[in-house]
């Protein structure tokens, strides 16, 4: 007897040691599989205040893990069923439908190695209560690879994905997502309205403009708030007033709700770009277009309004509301280009050279692009490791591979524990450089303040440039590393941001074919290709005569660029290219300024053609041409044609 008491008392010692009281250890570890194991990536509103159980909320929330073995098991409750698509190693989406309790997400075991899985919420009505995964003995979780960028739309059944074939999956907010490879939100419910207090199709009339702050959907009016904290997203899109038509909403009164809304998300997301629609069936587009534009005349110079018009046709509809799968499609297929500039970071895969760098698990080189944001266990970030005891300076440069264009540059400081904004450069400046050998300063600061734990965005004018340098030439003291010297960030991003894509053109005329049309102008597409021509004019062929075309960028934006990109299908490299034309700009589009004016231009060969003025705040843009060339393929007519335009 005895002898069991001491052994017993033996093992709680030995446990004591190894996991003190107030050690922090969880239940979960990495690995394990369980809701809390780090390995798992939640994307969207998740409740994780039970750590046995996390539940999502709104359609499309997912997670995503890899995993070893051959085997793998999903756990949920077993008091409830839930509706959910289940994706292994990038396959086809298998929908579980009322799934409960252990669900064998193998039954056919998978080969060896390493496995990728994604498991969705496949409507507004299911919550995922996710319990954990039961892998093969001796396997373990993996973290999946980041994807780094997110998005969140904002909406209602159109952006659910109500009709369509998978729900939320079919949604032009899920495929936008994954057309673009970044992690993806919708805060979105079938029937609601943007304004407050009105019984749209949505139950307990609560609108939009109340509900997006809440953890839970409308089905839940005692929601807690949600934690705006847990993921800041590069781009926020909002799809709303369908219903706020259908229930007579006054368009005074939704105006002013969408001003306060808008408003209110920016206050949540303070670097976010948003972007508004108009709704795919042009409702309460007059209001919607006149809050964005309050909101820009008041300072927000990250809101756009995105015009929709002619983005779906009446065959692209179940019902005349609802976009078929295809329709969906659609949408995806216009919208992710607009949305590319802003979450495409160009310091992704770069190569990074430095003064001096300090390596170990948590600290690298090659953590400093790596797409984690937040100094996580494995990856802190990029720290200096030179003249530790002296203030001195230190660098850090990204090489982009080949000239890119670029004017934003995103510093994320280290924020582990105890060191959030330590190391973050007093004095520093950012350069660039198209050889690595010649700099230009864009940006100065001084005697910058600690930053907390927020990205800190710079922006300079636009350049097309290889090489990005950040240089600190008075460093900060860390006072809980000895009050050494360093320079360090936990992740650096650099961005160029085309302000033509998805503005709405408006032209002289515009000839239109399989492989012309003027929504071709600013498809992205910088070369004629088949399909993709670009954009050419149709009037008067036959005499030379003044054609023009316009860009509205949906609110005013702070340019200073714009590239014309000749033509360049076989044999018609740079034809139709203007002799003489002017690129002006307007922030009403009826006063217009010229910023560029060329006479006798040569005939470009097949390179961008590039224009630069001084920066200014507009929202239209027109290149106009007073002195057309004739194309001896085409009969010699007189024609004006750009394979793109883009504008930053």
């Not at 001084?614 to 027109?622: D, L, M, T």
Request: hydrophobic share 35%.
């Amino acid at each position: 007897m005895w002898r069991r008491i001491c052994n017993l008392l033996l093992m709680i010692c030995l446990f004591l040691i190894f996991y003190p009281i107030g050690s922090g250890v969880s239940l979960g570890a990495a690995g394990d599989g369980n809701p809390s194991d780090s390995n798992i990536q939640y994307i969207g509103r998740w409740d994780k205040s039970i750590s046995s159980q996390y539940n999502s909320y709104w359609a499309g929330a997912y997670f995503r893990v890899n995993f070893t073995g051959t085997t793998i098991k999903l756990k949920v409750s077993s008091s409830n069923t839930v509706n959910l698509y289940v994706q292994l190693d990038n396959g086809a989406q298998t929908l579980y439908s009322n799934a409960s309790g252990t669900v064998n997400l193998t039954p056919s075991p998978l080969s060896g190695g390493t496995h990728t899985l994604l498991v969705a919420s496949r409507d507004i009505t299911d919550t995922i209560r996710f319990q954990g995964l039961i892998l093969d003995e001796g396997a373990s979780t993996q973290a999946p690879n980041l994807r780094g960028q997110q998005i969140e739309f904002i909406g209602d059944s159109i952006t659910v994905g109500y009709k369509a074939s998978k729900i939320a999956l079919s949604s032009y907010a899920w495929k936008t997502g994954e057309q673009l490879n970044v992690d993806h939100m919708q805060i979105a419910y079938t029937g609601i309205c943007l304004h407050d207090n009105v019984s749209c199709y949505s139950p307990n009339a609560i609108g939009m403009s109340r509900q997006f702050f809440k953890l839970q959907t409308v089905d839940n009016p005692t929601s807690p708030d949600w934690n705006f904290n847990v993921y800041q997203p590069a781009a926020v899109v909002i799809n709303l007033g369908t219903n706020d038509q259908v229930f007579n909403v006054a368009d005074s009164d939704f105006q002013s709700s969408y001003i306060t809304f808008l408003q209110n998300v920016r206050v949540k997301y303070p670097l976010a770009e948003i972007f508004v629609l108009r709704t795919f069936g042009g409702f309460k587009s007059t209001p919607t277009q006149a809050a964005v534009s309050i909101r820009s005349s008041a300072g927000d110079t990250r809101i756009h309004y995105v015009d929709t018009t002619g983005w779906l046709a009446s065959s692209d509809y179940v019902d005349g509301t609802h976009p078929t799968d295809a329709g969906h499609q659609k949408v995806a297929n216009r919208l992710a280009p607009i949305l590319k500039p802003y979450v495409q970071n160009l310091a992704a895969g770069a190569l990074s050279t430095f003064s001096s760098s300090y390596e170990s698990s948590n600290w690298s080189s090659a953590n400093l692009n790596d797409g984690q944001r937040n100094s996580v266990n494995g990856s802190y970030g990029w720290t200096s490791n030179n003249t530790l005891t002296a203030n001195h300076t230190e660098y850090v440069t990204l090489d982009l591979g080949s000239n890119q264009i670029v004017n934003t540059v995103n510093l994320y400081p280290r924020n582990d524990s105890g060191d959030v904004g330590q190391n973050f450069p007093i004095d520093f400046t950012i350069q660039t450089s198209v050889d690595g050998v010649n700099w230009t300063t864009k940006v100065t600061r001084t005697g910058y303040a600690l930053p907390g734990n927020v990205v800190q965005s710079f922006d300079f004018p636009t350049a097309s440039v290889r090489y990005v340098k950040v240089e600190g030439t008075n460093l900060r003291q860390n006072p809980n590393d000895a009050n050494q010297y360093r320079m360090a960030f936990a992740e650096m991003e650099i961005y160029g941001v085309n302000h033509a894509s998805g503005a709405y053109a408006t032209f002289s005329s515009a000839y239109e074919s399989s492989n012309w049309s003027y929504t071709k102008l600013n498809d992205g597409q910088r070369n004629s290709v088949s399909g993709s021509y670009g954009w050419t004019t149709n009037n008067s062929l036959t005499t030379n005569h003044t054609e023009y075309v316009t860009l509205d960028l949906g609110s005013n934006q702070t340019v200073d660029t714009v590239n014309l990109y000749p033509r360049n299908d076989a044999g018609q490299v740079g034809k139709n290219f203007p002799i003489d034309f002017t690129i002006q700009t307007s922030t009403d589009g009826v006063s217009w300024t010229t910023r560029v004016t060329q006479t006798g231009y040569a005939l470009p060969g097949n390179a961008v053609q590039s224009f630069g003025f001084g920066s200014a705040s507009v929202r239209y843009v027109k290149v106009e041409g007073t002195n057309l060339r004739q194309n001896a393929s085409d009969a010699n007519q007189y024609r004006m044609a750009f394979a793109e335009i883009e504008v930053y």
